[in-house]
């Protein structure tokens, strides 16, 4: 039996790919912050679906959370409660608005919510992954200062790690919640391409992809924006201006099934190092950001956040390192 773990899979689009891969007869672990907020839905799925749908909490925000999550998870797959893992999904994340606010490691929100603690998650639970196994990580078009996405919400910055997880100390000027969001998509693409340099050089068969679900209003991203705000973004006017002026846009179900289809699905099994994107109805392999491809890069943002995670060289899984 398959099973596959999904952070934040519970709401949005996560809980959209958590029913899709339900009914394709997929046990599921729910990862999350909240077990009450988590146990309707693995109800859900089981009673429908006849599936196991496992609870763990984890908050991504927390390295000490993350680093229980994975023992716990680690005991469970151990004493049989959990089939062979077969995918990760790191689809958890926000946008954090308002005053800059940092994590109980005292990193920057969005950076540690969005990037580290999923870079976390991956380092300790790939050496328990299937042989040919997936993980998944939910990015945004936003990442692409050279697209809509990216202008609208705020060009991303440079994607050094120290920087973004001490933005805003000492003095210096924070970036803008839309900039933080926007650097820590670009730093999630470079992790997936980066995770695929490493295996692909160890000749493991695991496969490392990036996806844009695209712009769902209905997921509660603008959940901290003014009501006024959250009821434009929601309206089919505001829908039919976002296609108009070039904005990647999509909805709900379709985002969730195509990335139930990219976690699952024989026909993306040679898709590692690849970046997907729902339009529209349509789920494409394009092109991210040009920054995304630079390797020196992505070397240097991998390695830093290692320091950051305070996880050392003997430590990482041997196809990583």
Known sequence: MTSILITGGHSGIGLAAARALAAKDIDLVLAGRSIERMRPVADELETKHGVTATLLPLDTSSLASVRAAAAQFRTM????????????????????????????????????????????????????????????????????????????????????????????????????????????????????????????????????????????????????????????????????????????????????ASLAAIAADPDYAGASGKYFQAKEGTLSAVRSARLSYDEPRATKLWNDSKQLIRLTTDQEPAQLR
């Open 77 to 256: 797959l151990d004493a049989g409660e959990i089939s062979s893992l077969d995918a990760i999904l790191c689809n958890a994340g926000g946008r954090f608005d308002g005053e800059i606010s940092y994590s109980p490691d005292g990193y920057e929100t969005t950076f540690a919510t969005n990037c580290l603690g999923h870079f976390l998650l991956v380092e300790l639970l790939v050496p328990n992954l299937s042989e040919s196994g997936r993980v998944v990580y939910t990015a945004s078009g936003t990442h692409d200062p050279d697209s809509m996405d990216g202008r609208l919400v705020g060009a991303a910055a440079e994607p050094d790690a120290f920087a973004l997880a001490n933005n805003g100390k000492n003095g210096g000027k924070a970036l803008s919640a839309g900039k933080r969001y926007s650097t820590s998509k670009l730093c999630t693409v470079m992790y997936a391409y980066e995770l695929d340099r490493r295996l692909r050089k160890a000749g493991s068969s695991i496969s490392s992809i990036a996806f844009d679900p695209g712009s769902v209003p209905e997921t509660g991203f603008l959940r901290n924006m003014p009501e006024p705000v959250r009821w434009l973004a929601a309206g089919t006017a505001m829908k039919w201006v976002s296609k108009r002026i070039g904005v990647t846009t999509s909805d709900m179900e379709f985002s969730g």
